[in-house]
């Protein structure tokens, strides 16, 4: 074999395995484009468009209305009260997830008994599909016959009268959210406990032993390990949170006054309640770049490289 065919044989080895490489990825890729490129191209541009039900029915295109959906949508005042629910229950619910989710992490990784018992047990509110999970947190707030109504009868030892959370504007949020955690603490904790045992002993047995505190292990060592597995792990709750429509709309479907109407609850009712799919689609476009500017913002703030 002569020495010129060797590279020639290493550069055709190589093409061919990056036209394998192509080939493993074009089914994933050709997904990705119809299925969730081609539709949201089209969401924008049919918010721009005055686009009803008898459209759909009728074969016809919509007609062109530029800003026309937006501005209805702010005069109406209906956005606005959107945006702001949707980001109080996002940010709420995240923060609360991530503190919840860490404190139980830390629980597990401590080695106590049934430590492996309790992770199985763990997961079954997330294998629960959402729509089950929120049947479920109804009958739990129901306030006639509702078990969180027994368990504080039970626990007073006398009658409430008044314990309607998902009938009053100013608890209906605190309901879902509380709703939310139970579903997704389980996979937040789950993904931190693989960041806590990826933790290196040795760097942790040198610490102590040259006298760093408990507290200081976890600052200066445990934290900083940690911080890939923290970002994506917040990273997807944000966006789990910020696309939640399951729950509102089997708990509250967006009442009570529009107390829990978030903009998934408003895009759904604009296009689908009010026959307007150009409105319909203006929310969910709006909804679709807050959602990517607020997980583009915090990936900017936190800029976490694991340690070598």
């Given at each position: 074999?002569?020495?010129?065919?060797?590279?020639?044989?290493?550069?055709?080895?190589?093409?061919?395995?990056?036209?394998?490489?192509?080939?493993?990825?074009?089914?994933?890729?050709?997904l990705?484009?119809?299925?969730?490129?081609?539709?949201?191209?089209?969401?924008?541009?049919?918010?721009?468009?005055?686009?009803?039900?008898?459209?759909?029915?009728?074969?016809?295109?919509?007609?062109?209305?530029?800003?026309?959906?937006?501005?209805?949508?702010?005069?109406?005042?209906?956005?606005?009260?959107?945006?702001?629910?949707?980001?109080?229950?996002?940010?709420?619910?995240?923060?609360?997830?991530?503190?919840?989710?860490?404190?139980?992490?830390?629980?597990?990784?401590?080695?106590?008994?049934?430590?492996?018992?309790?992770?199985?047990?763990?997961?079954?509110?997330?294998?629960?599909?959402t729509m089950?999970?929120?049947m479920?947190?109804?009958?739990?707030?129901q306030?006639?016959?509702?078990?969180?109504?027994?368990?504080?009868?039970?626990?007073?030892?006398?009658?409430?009268?008044?314990?309607?959370?998902?009938?009053?504007?100013?608890?209906?949020?605190?309901?879902?959210?509380?709703?939310?955690?139970?579903?997704?603490?389980?996979l937040?904790?789950?993904?931190?406990?693989?960041?806590?045992?990826?933790?290196?002993?040795?760097?942790?047995?040198?610490?102590?032993?040259?006298?760093?505190?408990?507290?200081?292990?976890?600052?200066?060592?445990?934290?900083?390990?940690?911080?890939s597995?923290?970002?994506?792990?917040?990273?997807?709750?944000?966006?789990?949170?910020?696309?939640?429509?399951?729950?509102?709309?089997?708990?509250?479907?967006?009442?009570?006054?529009?107390?829990?109407?978030?903009?998934?609850?408003?895009?759904?009712?604009?296009?689908?309640?009010?026959?307007?799919?150009?409105?319909?689609?203006?929310?969910?476009?709006?909804?679709?770049?807050?959602?990517?500017?607020?997980?583009?913002?915090?990936?900017?703030?936190?800029?976490?490289?694991?340690?070598?």
């Open positions: 074999m002569s020495k010129a065919s060797v590279p020639a044989r290493r550069l055709k080895a190589a093409t061919g395995d990056k036209l394998f490489s192509l080939g493993l990825l074009l089914p994933a890729i050709l990705t484009f119809v299925f969730i490129l081609v539709p949201v191209i089209d969401s924008i541009i049919k918010s721009f468009t005055e686009y009803k039900i008898k459209n759909v029915i009728s074969g016809q295109p919509g007609t062109w209305n530029n800003f026309e959906n937006y501005i209805k949508l702010f005069q109406n005042d209906k956005l606005m009260p959107a945006i702001i629910t949707t980001f109080i229950f996002v940010f709420a619910v995240v923060i609360a997830q991530f503190l919840i989710g860490f404190i139980l992490a830390v629980i597990l990784d401590s080695k106590i008994r049934g430590s492996r018992f309790l992770r199985s047990i763990m997961m079954m509110p997330w294998v629960v599909p089950i999970s929120g479920v947190w109804l009958w739990i707030y306030p006639q016959y509702g078990l969180l109504r027994y368990l504080v009868q039970v626990v007073t030892g006398g009658s409430v009268l008044d314990f309607a959370i998902l009938n009053n504007p100013n608890t209906a949020l605190l309901g879902i959210g509380i709703a939310a955690l139970w579903k997704q603490v389980p937040t904790t789950l993904l931190l406990l693989a960041g806590l045992q990826s933790v290196p002993n040795d760097m942790l047995e040198a610490a102590t032993v040259d006298g760093a505190s408990t507290l200081r292990r976890f600052v200066s060592i445990v934290i900083p390990y940690m911080m597995v923290i970002k994506v792990t917040v990273s997807m709750s944000i966006i789990e949170n910020f696309k939640q429509f399951p729950l509102f709309w089997t708990m509250t479907g967006g009442g009570p006054d529009g107390s829990t109407t978030t903009l998934a609850i408003l895009s759904y009712r604009e296009a689908f309640v009010s026959n307007n799919l150009g409105s319909g689609a203006a929310v969910t476009t709006v909804w679709m770049l807050l959602m990517i500017l607020v997980v583009f913002v915090y990936n900017k703030i936190f800029r976490a490289e694991p340690m070598d």
